[in-house]
């Protein structure tokens, strides 16, 4: 997975995390709330996995900036 499959990836999780969580405070589904806390090991595991540098395979941390943190190279 590239690293801007790997962004849309993030944010799709992100958002499934808070519609879950908000639908099961709402809702009071206690079902959503595992949902919501499935997808939110899911998303660690994206962003440890494939979130890094795609020159020097360092994580890029939790910012998304134009330059990697550790190499300085352009990121895609």
């Given amino acids: 997975m590239d690293l801007k499959t790997a962004n849309r990836v993030l944010c799709i999780l992100y958002a499934?995390?808070?519609?879950?969580?908000v639908l099961a405070a709402v809702l009071q589904?206690?079902?959503?709330?595992?949902?919501?806390?499935?997808?939110?090991?899911?998303?660690?595991?994206?962003?440890?996995?494939?979130?890094?540098?795609?020159?020097?395979?360092q994580h890029l941390g939790r910012t998304y900036s134009a330059y990697c943190p550790h190499c300085g190279e352009r990121l895609p």
């Fill in 16 to 21: 499934c995390i808070l519609i879950s969580a």
């Fill in 29 to 57: 589904v206690p079902l959503l709330l595992f949902l919501a806390l499935g997808l939110c090991a899911a998303l660690v595991t994206v962003s440890l996995r494939f979130f890094r540098c795609p020159h020097c395979g």
